[in-house]
């Protein structure tokens, strides 16, 4: 098949963008906009045209915090109509519990049980909206449940307060019969000096303490393993093994930097190629969901640019992995390594400990495979 055809996304692949990525205006700390507010029903057409298969949210992506009622039910139409226009879908929601300066020392964290009830509520009409739109995944990344100074609250009253809130909300979700789960991001800094629950071990030992389990897993992000020096895979994996990775989100980061949500595979060769080996191998079969941004050099095309681009280098990654079970040497040097844990000597003492000692496991070769695979040389 010509290259041309086989990297072109497809519904079928999955891929989504949220809202806030492709149309992320290149703001940072030291800058002003760059581009251009994207209007939602314009994303959804233009994602259909790149051949995506949904489009994600916060509610304020979508309904600005001041609507009034009739400006939300006129919103909501508009983007339905146009979802239903160009065939995509909304498979996750979430809640934007950060930006509104009432939640800078917390929102379901906070102090203020006036702050609490409102980031509840918030988050309540943000599950009602998803539902609406037919999402069964509800994100929640707490980027302002953390601290400074952790004088002035202490850590366990704020996971008490965040354990009340999720109890709440899963209980809404029950109780209004919507078939929808919540994915809990974690992340271990920025905007927060500290973020409370701060990987996906975290995340995935506080849920085993909430009234409604069964109900939320995670959404673990490549960039914030990475900011916390983790193996963005194994931090998947054991998401997996708990039947806990409800989406992800696909990004790139250079470690020991600041928060770079960059596209999805530009910078770790080796790590998302394990990544998409992972996803694929598991049979996880939700969203590819991107959560990056353009780079900030970019105009609109670029941000087209960085959307088709992100898609197709899932594609050809999935494509290596592919190969990498089709090829002959990669698994004959696998067979080898799996004879010798196999064959080895089995356990009868010291002497089959110093077979072990002395044994070479092959990695070097079955590393320099799988560079070169990446590289095209093979
Ligand atoms: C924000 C954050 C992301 C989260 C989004 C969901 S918003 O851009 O950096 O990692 O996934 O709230
Ligand atoms: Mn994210
Ligand atoms: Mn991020």
């Known amino acids: 098949m010509e290259d041309q055809e086989r990297f072109v996304p497809q519904p079928e692949d999955r891929f989504t963008f949220g809202l806030w990525t492709v149309g992320n205006r290149g703001r940072d700390p030291f800058g002003d906009a760059v581009r251009p507010t994207i209007a939602p029903t314009t994303i959804v057409r233009e994602l259909s045209r790149l051949g995506a298969y949904g489009v994600t949210l916060h509610d304020n992506d979508l309904v600005p915090i001041d609507a009034t009622p009739a400006e939300r039910d006129r919103i909501v139409r508009e983007f339905k109509a146009a979802l239903d226009d160009h065939h995509l879908a909304v498979p996750m929601v979430t809640v934007n519990l950060f930006y509104d300066p009432v939640f800078k020392d917390g929102a379901l964290t906070s102090a203020a049980p006036a702050v609490r009830r ?70 271990p800094n920025e905007p927060r000096s500290d973020i409370y629950l701060p990987t996906v071990g975290s995340m995935l030992a506080f849920i085993q303490t909430l009234d409604h389990a ?73 969203p590819r969901h991107f959560d990056a941004h ?15 681009g992100s898609m197709r280098s899932y594609l ?13 040497e990669i698994q004959a040097v696998l067979a080898r390594i799996q004879k010798l844990h196999s064959e080895g000597p089995a356990i009868d003492g010291e002497a089959s400990l110093n077979w072990w000692r002395e044994r070479g496991y092959a990695y070097e070769e079955l590393d320099q495979l799988v560079t070169e695979l990446l590289l095209g040389m093979r």
Not at 162 to 172: A, I
Not at 316 to 328: I, P, S, T
């Open 118 to 187: 409102f980031a509840v509520d918030k988050a309540k009409r943000a599950m009602d909206l998803g539902h609406e739109l037919g999402a069964t995944i509800f994100v929640l990344w707490g980027g302002r449940e953390g601290a400074e100074v952790d004088a002035a609250k202490d850590p366990r009253d704020a996971l008490r307060w965040y354990r009340e809130s999720l109890n709440e909300l899963t209980d809404h979700i029950i109780r209004n019969g919507y078939p929808m789960r919540i994915a809990l991001e974690p992340k």
């Open 214 to 286: 069964e109900r939320v897993g995670v959404n673990p992000e490549v960039a914030h393993a990475k900011m916390a020096g983790l193996n963005p895979v194994h931090e998947v994996a054991q998401a997996i093994d708990q039947q806990k990775l409800f989406h992800i989100d696909l990004n790139d980061q250079r470690i020991a930097r600041f928060d770079q949500d960059l596209r999805f595979g530009s910078d770790d060769l080796k790590g998302t190629f394990y990544l998409v080996k992972l996803l694929e191998d598991s049979g996880y079969d939700g």
């Open 294 to 308: 353009p780079y900030r050099t970019e105009d609109i095309e670029g941000v087209w640019q960085f959307a088709r």
């Open 316 to 328: 050809a990654y999935r494509e290596k992995v592919r190969r990498f079970h089709q090829d002959g």
